[in-house]
């Protein structure tokens, strides 16, 4: 089990009209191939855009920052650092796709309308496989069975709009796949499919990840979905990881107050009557960060004086498991 | 596609039907007919009483004495049957006599100037989304209004200065003097185009703005759409990816609109074609209204639509192959 990819420190800037925003502070993970890291956190915690930055797909008003960190081992063995490349040119082209693929949320939005299934699926094999046409298109056919698309020799011919959504999304990781990718990086894959289907394709990306070896990032915002997939777990809030370990050991006893309020907004079958208990209040604006930990304005077990004023430190607290939140730190707890 | 492509010539046949109908109409309403100007013209100030009966003998010599819908047939059975479209009354000869080379020299001016307009306004517009919030872009905008608030008509005299004074040539009319009643040859196509660029520049000039701003604001909500940054994502090469993806359906208003565009160069055209001493359809269609001779504004009106209906057919046909998801109706 080797390390592919490194990432430390990592954080983002945005110009804006308001000023310089920096929605991603200080994120450091690393994934192993064969193993999946789920990213999990609210809308505007900062998940997509870390992992945009891998891609170097951030827009020009985006820059790194100095301390940033990313490397990755390619295929055959050569460390390349991400954070130096160019947002556009040969070296960033071979990484993307090749070596890393992505998969985005909306299977629809994410082919383009006017060109088939089969057209965008050669297009990649090209780009990445020493192929021809005709064997570039056996091999999309190939692709598009093995992610269960029946009759494929016909749907490779089809455009999007003719597929339904589960097939579609079916369709879109058989093109990542298709490049031959040694690290998917898969940005909310099942946020937008019926709850059925989402288990379907689940169970199809864990199969298809433990076949090729490959290493995975999958981010969401849903708990349940990282217990059926992820072996670690790093939990973002506001641009930062607060909580990071084994998935199980962090679902079963969560340590930062953040995380605990996220399973506990989990609606459950169990408890019908009760009503749904959020996580109180809204997710800070990134120009309008608090000082001190970001969560400290919905925290219940906030420190007055401590959370409010100085930023906690990373603790670990077991082999493999790390918490950032005072209530975990000796000073925090001598304190309160 | 086969399929879509009949079902737009049918409805191009059936709109086509309406309009002469419609362009017939146009003829049969202003008051009096030919028949009285021609009275009126040989006769006023010889002295010679015209009477009722000789206008009514003029009207029969010219068929103009047959009910309407008789008149109609015969008017559209020639020119969809003998490509003949009747008389013109005051030249004394057949409309397609008279106006045979002016469509041409039209349809040339409009095919310049559309393409012109194109090959200037997409690639620009593209960059200027590329390139968005640059120095090169606010410079496009700035260029585009410009060419959005000169007026034609103005902007047709002062290049006629410039081009008369830097390039010596006599620039007024399509062509020199030594090709003008010349046959068509090889160096007559080429005195026509060394000419033809100027009218084709004025009348693209809006329409190049107008374009520039459109491609330029659909380019920027395509290059937003995801499926671009997935296809960067997998590591297309950027100059590919942009024409590939996002380029290909930015054209769409712009393919859409090729009528609209057709159909202003034909209104700005008159104007433009006075001030450059050109002899085009628009003049002759005037002139024609002002003598009553139907037969000439008729055929003009006609082939001016027909011209609009037909550069629409082609769109649609353009539209469904740049985006396949029009013609299978999704």
Known sequence: ?336 | MLRFTLERLIGMAITMLLVSLMVFIIMEIPPGDYADRYAFRKYSGTGVNVTEADIQAIRVELGLDKPMIFRYFDWIGGIVLRGDFGQAFAFETSVVKVIGDKVWLTTGILFATLILTYLISIPIGIYAAVRRGSAVDYGLTIFSYLGLALPNFLLALVMLYFANRWFGADIGGLFSAEYRDAPWSLAKVWDMLKHLWLPAVVLAWSAVAYQIQTVRATMSDELNKLSVTAARARGVPERRLLIKYPARLAINPVVSTIGFDVNRIFSELPIVAVVLGLTDLGELLLKAYLDLDMNVAGAILLLLTFAIVFMNFLSDLLLAWLDPRIKLGA
């Open chain 1, 1 to 336: 089990m080797s390390r592919m990819l490194t990432v430390e420190n990592l954080s983002i800037s945005f110009r804006t009209d308001e000023g310089v925003i920096t929605p991603v502070q200080g994120v450091s993970f690393h994934v192993d191939q064969g193993r999946t890291l789920g990213l999990v956190g609210e809308s505007g915690s900062g998940k997509s855009v870390s992992t945009k930055a891998l891609m170097r797909l951030l827009p020009g008003t985006a820059s790194l920052g100095a301390d940033t960190r990313m490397h990755y081992t390619t295929k055959d063995g050569r460390v390349v650092e991400i954070e130096t490349l160019a947002n556009d040119g040969e070296p960033i082209r071979k990484l993307r796709g090749g070596e890393i693929g992505m998969i985005f949320q909306e299977p629809m939005a994410s082919f383009s309308p006017v060109y088939t299934i089969g057209n965008q699926m050669m297009e990649a094999i090209q780009l990445h496989r020493p192929m021809g046409r005709r064997e570039a298109r056996s091999y999309a056919v190939e692709m598009l069975n093995k992610v269960g698309i029946s009759n494929a020799e016909a749907r490779v011919d089809q455009y999007p709009h003719e597929l339904s959504g589960g097939m579609r999304q079916r369709a879109m990781i058989a093109l990542t796949l298709s490049a031959g990718p040694a690290l998917l990086i898969a940005d909310e894959p099942t946020t937008a499919l019926d709850v059925t289907i989402q288990a379907q394709v689940l169970d199809l990306m864990r199969d298809l990840q433990q076949e090729l070896g490959m290493g995975m990032i999958f981010i969401t915002h849903d708990l349940g979905v990282i217990a059926q997939i992820a072996d670690d777990v790093a939990v973002m809030y506001l641009g930062t990881i607060v909580e990071r370990g084994p998935a199980r050991e962090v679902i079963r006893a969560p340590q930062h107050p953040y995380t605990q309020g996220l399973l506990a907004a989990i609606p459950s079958l169990d408890k019908l009557h009760d009503r749904l208990s959020p996580v109180p209040g809204d997710i800070p604006s990134p120009n309008a960060r608090p000082t001190g930990c970001p969560f400290h304005t919905r925290c219940a077990q906030k420190i007055a004086g401590l959370c409010d004023a100085r930023p906690p430190r990373e603790i670990q607290t077991q082999p493999g498991r790390a918490v950032r939140c005072w209530l975990h730190d000796d000073e925090g707890r001598n304190a309160a």
